[in-house]
């Protein structure tokens, strides 16, 4: 393969990936214009990974050899169907639900960031995880302040955030790789 072809074909791809890049900050705004569909959407991925995943459990618990190991497979099978198919059934409460999960789960990040900030507090660097630390807390108690009548929004501004964020960045790296095609 020539040189020709090869610049040709990284091309190609650089420019694929310019525009999944742009096609992904387009679905963060849409997220963010749209909150309670896109919080939605997420609760309906949740449920069904939920429910695949109770699936997997009834399969690895047919294949445990020991009884013990079966019954706990199957339990987890049993709980992760449930959940899932309540998401599925009662999607808005779902959604609630989801909430109340992500705001517990960004006050225990806040309280473990800032923790290991504390630990890690010596050495350089360990500032900018305290602020991430404070951040998370802030956003965790936040959510949770706001939770149960807010809900509709914050799942889908957050994702719609978090696609900007990575669509952007994702952006930058490919056309910084573009750069560098072009230049050699």
Partial sequence: MNASAVMTGEKKITGWSIV????????GILAIGLPMVAGLAVNIVVAWLLVFSGA????????????????????LGVAYL???????MRPVQ???????????????????????AFALRPRQGWGWLLID??????LGIMIWRLWPWHTEWVIGTLVGISMIFSGVTRLMLSLGARNLVTAS
């Fill in 133 to 138: 630390g404070l951040v998370t807390l802030a």
């Fill in 82 to 88: 449930a959940i899932g198919i309540y998401l599925l």
């Fill in 20 to 27: 999944i890049s742009v096609l992904l900050i387009l679905a």
């Fill in 56 to 75: 997997a459990h009834f399969v690895y618990g047919w294949h445990v050899r020991s009884i013990g190991g079966v019954i706990w497979q199957v339990l």
């Fill in 94 to 116: 779902g959604l609630v639900t989801l909430t109340l999960a992500l705001a517990v789960y960004l006050f225990a990040e806040g309280l473990l960031e800032l923790i290991m």
